[in-house]
């Protein structure tokens, strides 16, 4: 059963920076892309970023370029977003999805259950 | 200000048929596949419908999608009360290089 456990979501102050993670099981993680999604409270879904599963390929929304660095360790079985430079805009929870298929990475077919992070003084 | 534009809400009774559109452009849902998500209350969006029509396994066929030209569909037929949720279409749009949603269609099942 694919399974994507996300982490590290917290209260941080407005200029201040966080890590998250996504761990994945139930699959060969290394093969697939993944992508960060956010919600905001209240709001609907705004795709962040995206890593190629193959040839390291990204993407990043308007909204996080420069500021957010996606990355994974395929050894750990890993997914991370580095956020700096974070605003009250920020505020949202962040789900890591998994492709559909090895070769259609921006389905996103399976889901975290998100995690939390809060950008307020 | 979502670049998928979809209405905020739907609503029909149980048993009923509903559509939920989702319009764009010649940069995303005119040149590229539309996936569709369900987002029940308090949980992680799910995959219904990708690359226009098709549906992941384990989804019923009570969900469609259709596109023409800009712009895409999702109908939903006998509807249960366990159909109430929150309906996003997203695609990849070829001149922001990013993938966009819609700004979601809530459900009422009266």
């Known amino acids: 059963e694919v399974q994507l456990v996300e982490s590290g979501g917290d209260l941080v102050q407005p200029g201040g920076s966080l890590r998250l993670s996504c761990e994945g099981s139930g699959f060969t993680f290394s093969s697939y892309s993944m992508n960060w999604v956010r919600q905001a409270p209240g709001k609907g879904l705004e795709w962040l970023s995206y890593?190629?599963?193959?040839?390291?390929?990204?993407y990043y929304a308007d909204s996080v370029k420069g500021r957010f660095t996606i990355s994974r360790d395929n050894a750990k079985n890993s997914l991370y977003l580095q956020m700096d430079s974070l605003r009250a805009e920020d505020t949202a929870v962040y789900y890591c999805?998994?492709?559909?298929?090895?070769?259609?990475?921006?389905?996103?077919?399976?889901w975290g259950q998100g995690t939390l992070v809060t950008v307020s003084s | 200000q979502s670049v998928l534009t979809q209405p905020p809400s739907v609503s029909a009774a149980p048993g009923q048929k509903v559509t939920i559109s989702c319009s764009g452009s010649s940069s995303n849902i005119g040149n590229n596949y539309v996936s569709w998500y369900q987002q029940l209350p308090g949980t992680a969006p799910k995959l219904l419908i990708y690359d226009n029509n098709k549906r992941p396994s384990g989804i019923p066929d009570r969900f469609s999608g259709s596109k023409s030209g800009t712009s895409a569909t999702l109908g939903i037929t006998g509807l249960q009360t366990g159909d109430e949720a929150d309906y996003y279409c997203?695609?990849?749009?070829?001149?922001?290089?990013?993938?966009?949603f819609g700004g979601g269609t809530k459900l009422t099942v009266l």
């Open positions: 890593i190629d599963g193959s040839d390291g390929t990204l």
């Open positions: 999805a998994r492709g559909f298929t090895v070769i259609r990475g921006l389905i996103m077919a399976y």
């Open positions: 997203g695609t990849w749009d070829s001149s922001l290089s990013g993938v966009v």
